[in-house]
């Protein structure tokens, strides 16, 4: 493990970008980019747009290490280029922001209030290019929608599961138990989380390593105590779909917690932004998610 990621991802003041929209959710990150479906008409053209979207978002002078720690790459990134450099390479090389990997093949069906991960086939394989292509983590994301305490456990037990083979690999795990924001008992299901949280942290090997990206909490300040366990390197927040200014403001109230931003970093940019308009955008956008995470 690179030491030296590993202690700006520990102890770095600054938010991780996430630039991982899956296949699944490409699509509407593309609309939002001002790229409607008909622009394109196969999965390639999908990717490649996309590409075009993260490589203009991570040339950006905007895009710099001294707010940004990680960027968080689809696999389909991570095997294409930046400028001649495979995307984790320029990032690290040419930005010092550290590259993880999203390993999950998206969410089953609910069942008990949650929506595990689709098995994962081929992960062992997956992890070995993910050392080979000099990628640091992985990220993983099931969703919790009620307080239902047997479906928590059983999103959390797969997690980590999947979790220690990931470490094993030599890479470290972000674990993403996401909480719906709009679910009626978000509350009672954040409380189960951090109880099983809890429980399998404290069956971890002694020196295994993680970090969790969770829901900004109901109650500020809630996942405080999660922070100080010795197995935990950092906690950082998804956005979940609330606006960049009401994710900012939640964020800002918890002392300690780093965003992970998907929807709320790319909010507002566009294909048809000038070069100028794009980075200046991304430049205040960067600014306020950065002063929300290190308050
Ligand atoms: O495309 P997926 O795998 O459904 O994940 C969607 C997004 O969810 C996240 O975990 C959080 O994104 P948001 O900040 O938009 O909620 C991102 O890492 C990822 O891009």
Request: without cysteine.
């Amino acid at each position: 493990m690179n030491t030296k990621q590993l202690d700006q991802i520990r102890t770095g003041e600054g938010f991780i970008a996430a630039l991982d929209q899956s296949g699944g959710s490409t699509p509407k990150a593309l609309q939002q980019y001002g790229v409607p479906d008909d622009s394109y008409s196969t999965e390639e053209e999908m990717y490649g747009l996309v590409h075009e979207m993260r490589t203009r978002i991570i040339k950006s002078p905007a895009f710099d290490s001294r707010y940004i720690l990680g960027a968080i790459l689809f696999e389909n990134t991570m095997d294409r280029s930046i400028d001649g450099q495979y995307t984790a390479d320029y990032l690290w090389e040419r930005k010092s922001i550290v590259p993880f990997l999203k390993v999950d093949k998206g969410l089953a069906e609910p069942e008990d209030g949650v929506q595990l991960m689709k098995p994962i086939s081929g992960l062992d394989e997956l992890l070995k290019r993910a050392g080979e292509r000099n990628i640091f983590g992985t990220k993983m994301r099931s969703v919790i929608k009620d307080a239902n305490p047997a479906g928590i456990k059983k999103a959390v037990e797969q997690q980590f599961a999947l979790g220690n083979q990931i470490i094993g690999a030599g890479l470290v795990p972000i674990i993403e138990p996401e909480v719906d924001i709009h679910s009626p008992d978000k509350e009672a299901a954040e409380q189960l989380l951090k109880e099983e949280l809890f429980r399998q942290l404290s069956a971890l090997d002694q020196d295994a390593k993680i970090m969790l990206k969770l829901s900004i909490p109901t109650v500020n300040n809630f996942y405080s105590d999660l922070m100080d366990d010795p197995h935990v390197i950092r906690v950082v927040a998804l956005s979940g779909g609330y606006s960049q200014a009401e994710a900012n403001e939640r964020l800002a109230r918890n002392h300690g917690l780093i965003a992970s931003f998907s929807r709320a970093l790319s909010q507002g940019l566009t294909a048809g932004q000038t070069d100028k308009e794009f980075n200046d955008l991304l430049s205040r956008t960067i600014q306020d998610i950065y002063e929300a995470s290190v308050k």
